[in-house]
Every structure is written in structure tokens, then in C-alpha cells.
């Protein structure tokens, strides 16, 4: 019934590291001599590490039986449970003896429970038909059995007190030479790694660091010297001078000075020098230096550390250079460049800028630029120069400026967010020109656009009314005086009729177009096979009477456009089909397919076709294929499509068929919003 308790936290040591264990056998082994008692040192990972007199009917018959065993193991965990509430634990298992322990606590770490027990306490020892009933119960040997029971001591619970006490001071004694030990332990293990740590610190630092003594003389030079100079650190510390022999001849004198002033005015101080390496190689160091005292305030020498600074040294002299070509480049610049922070205060710019606003640098560099934006615009600028972010670092923007006569003029700016080593946006760099010629030209031509939107808006509508009054007053000369009129007279009726409903259709058709270029789109999820189905209905009548085959895929999708504009395209290009395809068309076919960006419907037939080189030119307003020529037409369908189909984000093309006909493909932008 003596196993081992949990421990009350993970252990740096174990109890064998911290006490005499063969002493603490022999102790244990005396005073089961003495006893007779069982006794046991178990460490927290169940290890014995003494045991000394164990019972026969425990060792021979509980421990053995898995039954019995159980009830062991049930006073072992009580034992664990209990043991951290009081000095110690007594328990009286279900087996019938009475065990005792007490816990060895060492630095607040419990490493090892020490046990007696196996026994009786007098006047308190089960009967013994309680042993004979156990024995028939669980099967054991009824003679052996009482004969070990027989062998059980029994103490009285006075002397078991007082048992257990000698072991309540026994564990402190342990306790408090283990701890003794620990301490012990734990200064040699500090003492040890302290000079490691300033071993690996010393003769792993990548700079050269060294102690010079009071004398001049080196008292330790780190082993990095000789990555630096070639030289190795036992020849600095065996000749004096071999640190001022490969001082650069230039830099000598200035250094002595210094190396003198080290150990005489007995202050910190740095200095940048060159040096020769061994091999020849000339090398810049940045030296530092601060005096170095005992806990008694008595001076030892100098300190020093040197740092290889030659890469450095060539980076500032390129950094020089590449910063002499940039001035030159900027300041030649006729864009205009400045630098400014955060909040707008400038902090360069270049000739140009100085020139176009008048001012020298020095007036400008320092303050801020916004009172040059009028005050209206003064808000949105700085909106969008904060808008910056390091994951969009770049912008360009328009906006007007205030010249120093008191002009408005306009300019266009491309500004970066220039950011700091570690990520952190600190300041911004702008490049601008002045577009005020740009900008006046484009609000020229958007005037003289509105005019011509508005010419052709007037002389479509003129015309309209007097071309349907001539049409209505033609067909009412034919109807009511055609009996008059001669054969001569009656075909001139028909030419200004069909002259008449050509204006009207030309003027339809450039109110279409126009509507095409200005009307803004109306968005929306469209079922193609819809627009489809309803192309086909309004040219049913002219398929039957010319026997025409209309075939469009059985799956159309759902495109995001404008219905009314996909009505005109595929009408557009229908009618086109009918109207150039000939005698000869039979069959138009309406496919479509897609790609990542785009949907792209295509209208094929199979007429007389056409000539490839004229394909392309179709597209612009009044253009017409060259065997038009007795077709009515405007110049303007194709014209229209190409117009709407880039107002989707696509675009409208043909091609001429290997075999007759042609198709037309129109694109739709899939990203329309």
C-alpha cells in the first residue's frame, strides 16, 4: 500500500540529486531494526528509492490478488488526495493495515513521500475472522495467511504518534539539506552559465571589442578582430603597437591624438578611421570608447568597440553621387516636383516649381501648399491625399491652383505615399504639370458636341413634320386623283412617297443613334432568350414569306445589360441579314459563347456576303456596303451597335463567311455596374 504521490509541480532536481539516498538507507534500515515497521522513500515518478521491512501479507497476498490489490491502491490515492493537507496522512485500508505518511517538500516542489505502516494500532486491529472471511473470499492459503497475519505488528496509537513525528522532523532535516543542496546547485549551475553567457557574448560578438589597461597594453580582444584585420587577437595582446601600425597612414596622427586623449582625459569618445588589413585590404572602422572602473570606483582602462563600417562608408559615397545625378535630373524637370507631410507642409521642390509660382525655396519649403488650391476645392485634395494607403500608395488627380497674379489655373497631379523602413507612411511626393490648355479644349469641344447634339436634335425634328406632310399629301394626291393622273404621273407619286419615307426613317434612325450616344444605360438581369424570342416575333412575317431559318441554342443565359440596347443590337443586325443577304439567304443563326470578361453574341447568315475589305469601315455613321446600292438603308444601324455595344464595356465587329454571308459579333462587359 505504499506507492508514489503526485507531485505538486514539475521538479528542476530530483530527490536522489538532492540527498544522500545510501545515508537515508542506512537511517531507514536502523529504524526497521529498532521497529519492526515497514518503511518506504518513494519519489513522485514512483521510483523507490528505499524500502526496508515490507509485511508478508501484503507482499504475499494483497499486492498479489487484483482484487486485494485494488483496495491498496484505493488507500494510495486517499494517501495522494490528502497528503499536501497536514504534516501527514494516516488511513486504514480496506485490507485491514494502517499505513502513515508524510511528504518531502524541497523549494515548494513535493519530490518524494516518505511511508511506515503495515500495521496494527493496539485495541483498534480488525477481528480475526475479518482476515479468515478475507481469505475464503479472495482465495488465499487460510494457514499462510494468518501466519503472516501473526506477523503484523501492533503499536499503540501513542507510539505511532510519536513514530510519526520522529518522521515529521526527519522529512524537515531532509527538507532543509536538500534545499542547502539546491541553492548550492542552483549558484554553480547561475555561476556556470553566467560564464558561458559572457564566453559566447565575447568571443561570438560580430564587432571587435576590446579592453585596453591602464599601461596601454591589451588586457582581452575579442577573437572578431581577426575577421576584421587579419590579424589575430594574442597578437594585439603581445605587441603594444601593432593596432597604431595599421592605422591608414592619413589617419594616424589623428587617431594617436585620440588614443592618447583615451587614456589620459579617461572619457568616452569615438572617431572613424582607416586601417590596413593584412592582406593589404584598406578598411573604414567606427571606433568607440568609454573608460572602465571597478565596483570601487578604480579606474581599469579603456573599453572599446570597433565596427567594420567600410560598406557603409562606400553606400554614403554612392548615396552622395546618386543624390548629385537625382538634383540634377529634378531640377531639370519642366513637370513640376515637390515633396510635403502628412499635413501638407512642403519639404522640397524643385526649379520648376519655384519658377511657375514665383518664389524662392526658401519661401516655400516649410509651409503649406493648400492656401494655393481655391477654398472650394481645398477639402477634397486633402480627402484624397489621405485616401493614401500603403496598399495604394499612388494616385493622380485634377484639380485648380491659385497663381501668384491671382490666375485659376488647372493641373494635374500623380502623388506617392512614401513610406519609413518599417512600413509607416511620413511623407508624400507629387509630380504636376498644368493642363489649363488640356482643360479649356475639352470644355470647348463638349460645347461645340452639345451644339451638334442640338443641331441634329433641331434638323431631325424639321424635317420630320415636313416629310410626313409630304408623304400624307402625296398619298392623298395618288388616292384621289390617281383616275387624272397618267401612268407618268402616278409613278412620280410613288417616288416622292417612298422619298418621303425614307427622310422619316433616316430621321428615326439619327434620333436612335443619338439616343445611343447619350441616353445612359438602365442595367438589369435580362434574359437572352427573351430579347431573342422577341426579335423573332417582330420579324416572324418577313421569315415566312422569304422562307427563311431563324435557329438560336436551346440554353441562353441571363446577361447584366440594358434590354432596350440588346433589342436594337440583335434587331439591328437581323434586319441587316434580310436586308443585304439577298435571294440567296436562307438560314440566320444566332449563337453565343463567353470568356472571363466578356459575353459574346454572334448573328450569322448565309447570303451573298460581302467583300472583306469593306467590313471594317461599316461601323461608321452613313457608311454603306457597296452593293447597296437599290436597298434602302441610313448608313447608321451597324453605327448604332458598335455605339451601344461600347457603352456594355464591349465592342462590335464582322467577318465575312468562307462560304457566303457574313458575321456580325457584338461583346458585353461582364463587370458592369
Known amino acids: 500500500m505504499m506507492e508514489a504521490t503526485t507531485a505538486s509541480k514539475e521538479t528542476k532536481y530530483t530527490l536522489h540529486e538532492l540527498v544522500d539516498i545510501d545515508q537515508l538507507d542506512r537511517l531507514m534500515g536502523l529504524f526497521n531494526k529498532a521497529t519492526g515497521l515497514a518503511i518506504a522513500v518513494i519519489d513522485n515518478k514512483g521510483t523507490i528509492l528505499v524500502a526496508k521491512g515490507w509485511q508478508k501479507i501484503c507482499t504475499d497476498f494483497h499486492r498479489r490478488n487484483p482484487k486485494t490489490n485494488d483496495r491498496c491502491v484505493e488507500s494510495d490515492l486517499y494517501i495522494n488526495r490528502c497528503i499536501g493537507q497536514g504534516k501527514y496522512v494516516e488511513y486504514q485500508c480496506k485490507n485491514g493495515l494502517v499505513d502513515m505518511a508524510a511528504p518531502i517538500i524541497i523549494a515548494g516542489s513535493h519530490l518524494a513521500t516518505i511511508y511506515y505502516g503495515q500495521f496494527f494500532i493496539e485495541g483498534e486491529e480488525p477481528p480475526r475472522t475479518f482476515f479468515e472471511t478475507q481469505a475464503k473470499t479472495f482465495g488465499f492459503d487460510l494457514d499462510r495467511y494468518l501466519e503472516a497475519l501473526d506477523l503484523v505488528p501492533v503499536i499503540s496509537r501513542e507510539k505511532a504518534h510519536r513514530i510519526m513525528d520522529y518522521y515529521v522532523a526527519l522529512v524537515h532535516f531532509i527538507a532543509e539539506t536538500g534545499l542547502a543542496r539546491y541553492r548550492q546547485i542552483e549558484a554553480e549551475t547561475a555561476l556556470r552559465e553566467s560564464e558561458a553567457r559572457f564566453r559566447i557574448f565575447a568571443d561570438f560578438t560580430w564587432d571587435w571589442e576590446s579592453w585596453m589597461g591602464s599601461d596601454g597594453s591589451y588586457v582581452y580582444v575579442t577573437p572578431s578582430v581577426e575577421r576584421i584585420t587579419g590579424y589575430r587577437a594574442?597578437?594585439?595582446?603581445?605587441?603594444?603597437?601593432?593596432?597604431?601600425?595599421?592605422?591608414?597612414?592619413?589617419?594616424?596622427?589623428?587617431?594617436?591624438?585620440?588614443?592618447?586623449?583615451?587614456?589620459?582625459?579617461?572619457?568616452?569618445?569615438?572617431?572613424?578611421?582607416?586601417?590596413?588589413?593584412?592582406?593589404?585590404e584598406e578598411r573604414w572602422i567606427s571606433h568607440y570608447c568609454q573608460p572602465v572602473h571597478d565596483q570601487g570606483g578604480a579606474w581599469l582602462g579603456v573599453r572599446a568597440s570597433n565596427r567594420d563600417v567600410s560598406e557603409h562608408k562606400h553606400v554614403e559615397r554612392e548615396l552622395r553621387k546618386s543624390e548629385t545625378r537625382y538634383r540634377a535630373i529634378v531640377e531639370d524637370q519642366t513637370e513640376l516636383i515637390c515633396r510635403f507631410s502628412l499635413d501638407g507642409v512642403l519639404t522640397y521642390v524643385n526649379g520648376a516649381y519655384c519658377r511657375y509660382f514665383g518664389k524662392e525655396q526658401e519661401e516655400l519649403?516649410?509651409?503649406?501648399?493648400?492656401?494655393?488650391?481655391?477654398?472650394?476645392?481645398?477639402?477634397?485634395?486633402?480627402?484624397?491625399?489621405?485616401?493614401?494607403?500603403?496598399?495604394?500608395?499612388?494616385?493622380?488627380?485634377?484639380?485648380?491652383?491659385?497663381?501668384?497674379?491671382?490666375?485659376?489655373?488647372?493641373?494635374?497631379?500623380?502623388?506617392?505615399?512614401?513610406?519609413?523602413?518599417?512600413?509607416?507612411?511620413?511623407?508624400?511626393?507629387?509630380?504636376?504639370?498644368?493642363?489649363?490648355?488640356?482643360?479649356l479644349a475639352e470644355a470647348t469641344l463638349k460645347e461645340q458636341s452639345q451644339k451638334t447634339r442640338l443641331f441634329a436634335y433641331s434638323?431631325?425634328?424639321?424635317?420630320?413634320?415636313?416629310?410626313?406632310?409630304?408623304?400624307?399629301?402625296?398619298?392623298?394626291?395618288r388616292d384621289k386623283y390617281g383616275k387624272v393622273l397618267d401612268e407618268k404621273g402616278v409613278e412620280y407619286c410613288d417616288k416622292v412617297l417612298q422619298a418621303s419615307e425614307h427622310l422619316v426613317s433616316l430621321v428615326q434612325k439619327i434620333n436612335m443613334y443619338i439616343s445611343a450616344k447619350e441616353v445612359p444605360l438602365h442595367l438589369e438581369n435580362c434574359r437572352l432568350k427573351e430579347v431573342v424570342r422577341f426579335v423573332r416575333d417582330n420579324f416572324e412575317i418577313q421569315f415566312n414569306l422569304r422562307n427563311i431559318r431563324f435557329v438560336e441554342p436551346l440554353d441562353l443565359p441571363s446577361i447584366h445589360a440594358d434590354r432596350t440596347a440588346l433589342l436594337r443590337i440583335i434587331s439591328n443586325i437581323v434586319d441587316n441579314a434580310l436586308k443585304y443577304g439577298g435571294s440567296k439567304l436562307s438560314t440566320i443563326t444566332l449563337s453565343n459563347c463567353e470568356d472571363e470578361d466578356f459575353h459574346i453574341i454572334a448573328v450569322e447568315d448565309d447570303g451573298v456576303g460581302m467583300s472583306g475589305s469593306d467590313s471594317n469601315e461599316l461601323f461608321e455613321i452613313f457608311t454603306r456596303r457597296k452593293n447597296s446600292t437599290g436597298i434602302e438603308g441610313t448608313g447608321l444601324g451597324l453605327a448604332i451597335?458598335?455605339?451601344?455595344?461600347?457603352?456594355?464595356?464591349?465592342?462590335?465587329?464582322?467577318?465575312v463567311n468562307p462560304k457566303g454571308g457574313v458575321t456580325v459579333s457584338f461583346s458585353i462587359a461582364k463587370n458592369l455596374s
Open 234 to 280: 594574442e597578437e594585439f595582446i603581445r605587441e603594444r603597437k601593432l593596432l597604431i601600425d595599421i592605422v591608414h597612414p592619413e589617419d594616424r596622427s589623428a587617431f594617436a591624438e585620440h588614443l592618447q586623449k583615451e587614456l589620459v582625459e579617461r572619457k568616452e569618445g569615438n572617431i572613424d578611421f582607416r586601417i590596413i588589413t593584412r592582406v593589404g
Open 365 to 439: 519649403i516649410g509651409n503649406s501648399f493648400h492656401p494655393m488650391i481655391p477654398e472650394e476645392e481645398r477639402d477634397l485634395v486633402i480627402a484624397t491625399l489621405r485616401s493614401l494607403t500603403p496598399q495604394n500608395p499612388l494616385i493622380t488627380h485634377e484639380h485648380r491652383v491659385i497663381t501668384p497674379g491671382g490666375d485659376i489655373r488647372w493641373h494635374r497631379w500623380t502623388n506617392r505615399l512614401i513610406l519609413d523602413q518599417n512600413g509607416n507612411p511620413y511623407e508624400l511626393q507629387a509630380v504636376g504639370r498644368d493642363i489649363t490648355d488640356r482643360k
Open 459 to 477: 434638323v431631325s425634328h424639321d424635317l420630320k413634320s415636313p416629310a410626313i406632310a409630304i408623304h400624307g399629301l402625296t398619298k392623298l394626291l
Open 641 to 655: 451597335i458598335k455605339e451601344l455595344a461600347e457603352k456594355h464595356g464591349g465592342t462590335a465587329w464582322m467577318e
